[in-house]
């Protein structure tokens, strides 16, 4: 019985070349997932961070009868979110859509803006819009139309009653939005992936 040396062309891989390409293999689905995975947290982090101050607002226009706006401030790279309250009994919201050129547009928003002030128990340096995730626009049933700029409102009323709403939030992979319903606690979360078909 002969024994024949195999030559190069007939050996296998070493067990270090094995090792090193599972390495490679590994690293780039870490990147390729990682990315995905990174603003799908950043988008649930935020939309949970909402409900939670929705939750708040609702409880907290009916337990001090005051009445509670959530303002989402939708201009420029850093979108900010404030919480403030009335404690205007005659408080009156402005439901007519504003007009382009009204002189008197800016008077009557610092008028509105001057009734409210910001809810102690929340720090809006602490909400911060994670990266990666946009707020697209919001609607709502007092507006009746979505807003993408400027600055969008939601109402908290002392009655327990607030806005009915819808907020859209972007990332680069995926659409997400809320449906904010008047008198419900629960609010339903959707997400929209690119390159799904949307249906009616």
């Given amino acids: 019985m002969t024994f024949k040396n195999k030559g190069l062309s007939e050996a296998g891989f070493t067990l270090l070349e094995i090792l090193v390409a599972l390495a490679l293999v590994s690293v780039?689905?870490?990147?390729?997932?990682?990315?995905s995975y990174s603003s799908r947290k950043n988008l649930d982090e935020l939309m949970a961070n909402i409900e939670r101050t929705i939750r708040f607002s609702t409880d907290e226009a009916a337990m001090k009868n005051q009445f509670v706006?959530?303002?989402v401030s939708l201009d420029g790279e850093e979108q900010k979110i404030s919480l403030e309250y009335s404690d205007d009994p005659n408080l009156v919201i402005d439901t007519s859509p504003k007009e382009e050129n009204d002189s008197d547009d800016e008077d009557a928003n610092k008028k509105k803006n001057d009734n409210f002030t910001?809810?102690?128990?929340?720090?809006s340096d602490e909400f911060n819009i994670p990266v990666g995730v946009k707020i697209v626009g919001v609607g709502t049933g007092i507006q009746n139309k979505l807003v993408t700029e400027g600055?969008?409102?939601?109402?908290?009323?002392?009655?327990?009653?607030k806005d009915s709403a819808i907020i859209i939030?972007?990332?680069?992979d995926e659409m997400a939005y809320l449906i904010v319903e008047p008198f419900k606690q629960v609010i339903e979360r959707n997400y929209i992936p690119y390159d799904s078909e949307i249906t009616e």
Avoid: C, H, K, N
């Fill in 69 to 71: 706006r959530l303002s």
């Fill in 169 to 172: 939030f972007a990332t680069d």
């Fill in 151 to 161: 600055d969008a409102q939601l109402y908290f009323y002392p009655t327990g009653e």
């Fill in 28 to 35: 780039i689905l870490m990147m390729v997932a990682g990315s």
């Fill in 118 to 123: 910001p809810v102690s128990d929340f720090s």
